[in-house]
């Protein structure tokens, strides 16, 4: 006969300050522990374990006075709680004794810093261990991609990827990727492991990413896939992939990479038609975005041609059949075909339950839907939608309207003035500060000029911000940039005065940030006849200031020190020759003769006087 059950559950034990291990943000909580269970409850989510699952208790020191709890629960599963002082062992102790009759067993951790060790698999966790240490646990539930290279140099490598921490909030960083070397010789550890065929694995490489794959979410797959489209074209990331469709995740193979995406991951469809009439462009966008490197994808891009058909094989699973018969009502046959494009939209349509967006009211010089232009020194195409902007497809770029700060059409005047420019830039300044820029054919402006104000988007022009709708209403000409236009309905500078009222509040913008909108042609006749005018009074108010600024020069030699200031003009002038005029010089002439008789005078007088004297 069994003892009656003495513990008293209405005593309960209780931590303050205590956090979830292993996650990046989720706030402090309270710890508590009675007869009945543990748990821990922050501000906005808890954490419940029945008496009857746990197992072990581990005490872990992470710092000076900062410990975490590991408990070990039935299945393999565990639960960490980060926080605990150096006091509060001996508590906690005497608590897990009395209410779980469990005891708690103190390890040390590795601080060796040596990076080769051994791997143990236990359950559902990996634990890399130097000596009898811990080094570090992976809970391999969290790992979403294991990939063994296969490149030359790198055949006995894998690399795990982690799935993004949705509790951090992008504030904190976290894990990504983590790489292990296999020495060929030295087999990885197959502890833990229930791979029938471990004999049968070469090399320990192999046998290591067996053991991930066997316990790894990457695998976490219940049945078969609904439905499979092989060697699809992948422009972004590059590559012919096969994606595996199921009922809440997709899975794509590649020769290198192998991704699995949450449909709840997947945020658009876009279905965009290239211009050359022949292909078209399918986009997904996922958030988070696969990592692949330390490269992100938040763009899947991929090209089919409007020739190629496919045939896609329906297979629901019969267990799901009824609880989704609603989602699957659309896949009435068992096959779906047609050309590729609609048959991968109409399957990502139905499993995600995301609509496809299509351009729409826009059409480029040629009648597309999109414009050629250069962004980032690639070339590509940019998508003007309903909502938004994309480029596809070096680097894949989606800009919403309601992030554009506004827009600003630069050059515009250089493209028009100067025959051997031939494109305008777009610039789209988001409200984050972020800028992009698109170089565009000129004869595109006239369309994506009248596309932007239609949207309200701000435009950004000699004026000031002026709301692009009242443009295109008043006064101001949009002329066709096309090569066929004469210069006099090039962009010119709009004067003040030829303004509407409408447009004179709210013009706080920096002239020499804007672009100037071309007025009509009086107006620019009008003005030109103003700045001729304008020149010729301003030179005349310059030669009068000269005048009354030069010196009268008394003496010609003058101390350096008191010579004044000269101006280019008067230093020319006394660089050229002097001419002296003729009447000074007949003059000059004059005087001279004269004073040469008056002197022959006075000598032929003095010579006779003393010819007189010598006489008597």
């Known amino acids: 006969m069994e003892a009656p059950d003495t513990r008293d559950e209405s005593k309960i034990e209780e931590w303050r300050n205590i956090k979830i291990g292993g996650k990046t943000d989720t706030g402090p909580g309270i710890f508590k522990m009675n007869a009945s269970g543990l748990g821990w409850k922050g501000k906005s989510s808890k954490e419940m374990v029945e008496r009857s699952l746990l197992l072990s208790a581990i005490w872990i020191p992470l710092s000076s006075n900062r410990n975490r709890l590991e408990l070990q629960l039935k299945g393999g599963a565990s639960m960490k709680f980060d926080g605990f002082k150096n006091n509060d062992a001996e508590r906690l102790r005497q608590s897990l004794k009395e209410n779980f009759e469990v005891d708690l067993t103190p390890i040390k951790i590795a601080t060796t810093g040596v990076n080769h060790g051994e791997v143990v698999f236990d359950g559902s966790n990996m634990t890399f261990m130097i000596g009898n240490n811990r080094a570090f646990q992976i809970p391999l539930n969290d790992v979403s991609r294991a990939v063994h290279h296969t490149a030359a140099g790198s055949k006995n490598d894998v690399s795990l990827d982690f799935h993004q921490d949705d ?49 790894a979410d990457v695998l976490a797959t219940s049945g078969k896939a609904i439905t499979t489209l092989s060697q699809l074209p992948v422009l972004t990331p590059r590559g012919r992939y096969t994606v595996e469709m199921f009922s809440s995740f997709m899975r794509l193979h590649g020769s290198t990479y192998d991704y699995k995406i949450l449909y709840t991951h997947i945020s658009r469809l876009f279905q965009l038609p290239k211009p050359d009439q022949h292909h078209v462009i399918f986009v997904i966008s996922i958030d988070p975005p696969i990592i692949q490197g330390q490269t992100r994808y938040p763009h899947l891009v991929l090209q089919f041609s409007k020739d190629d058909n496919m045939e896609a094989t329906i297979t629901i ?20 075909s047609g050309p590729s494009h609609e048959v991968v939209g ?39 939608l309903e909502h938004s902007f994309f480029y ?6 989606h800009i919403r309207f309601e992030e554009i700060s506004f827009v600003e059409f630069s050059r515009v005047e250089a493209a028009e003035s100067n025959a051997s420019t031939k494109t305008f830039d777009l610039v789209l300044v988001l409200k984050s500060n972020v800028t992009h820029q698109f170089g565009i054919q000129r004869h595109e402006y006239s369309n994506l000029f009248n596309f932007i104000s239609k949207k309200n988007i701000t435009i950004r022009n000699a004026l000031g911000d002026i709301e692009a709708e009242p443009v295109t209403k008043q006064a101001v000409a949009v002329p066709d940039l096309d090569e066929s236009s004469s210069e006099d309905e090039d962009f010119a500078a709009v004067e003040e005065e030829d303004i509407p009222e409408d447009f004179d509040e709210g013009s706080d913008a920096d002239e020499d940030d ?9 107006k620019k006749e009008k003005k030109e006849k103003r700045e001729k005018k304008e020149k010729k009074d301003k030179k005349e108010r310059k030669e009068k200031k000269e005048k ?12 350096p020190a008191k010579e004044a200031v000269k101006t280019e003009t008067e230093e020319k002038k006394e660089e050229a020759p002097k001419e002296v005029p003729k009447t000074e010089e007949k003059k000059d002439d004059q005087a001279e003769k004269k004073s040469k008789k008056s002197k022959k005078e006075n000598k032929e007088a003095s010579n006779s006087d003393t010819s007189e004297e010598s006489k008597e």
């Open 167 to 215: 509790t951090s909030g992008g504030k904190v960083e976290s894990l990504i990727e983590i790489r292990f070397h296999c020495p060929p010789g030295n087999p990885a550890s197959t502890a833990g492991s229930d791979d029938e065929n471990a004999e049968e694995i070469k090399t320990p490489a192999q046998q290591f990413y067996q053991n991930i794959l066997a316990k």
């Open 317 to 336: 699973p019969a267990e799901q059949e009824e609880k989704m018969a609603e989602k699957y009502a659309e896949f009435k046959d068992k096959t779906i």
């Open 346 to 384: 109409k399957i990502f349509k139905i499993l995600t339950g995301k609509k496809i967006t299509f351009p729409n009211s826009f059409k480029s010089h040629s009648g597309a839907s999109a414009v050629k232009c250069n962004f980032k020194n690639n070339e590509g195409l940019l998508f003007p």
């Open 392 to 397: 596809v497809h070096k680097p894949p770029t």
């Open 514 to 522: 804007v672009k100037e909108v071309a007025p009509p042609k009086d």
């Open 548 to 559: 009354k600024e030069k010196p009268v020069q008394v003496e010609i030699q003058a101390e």
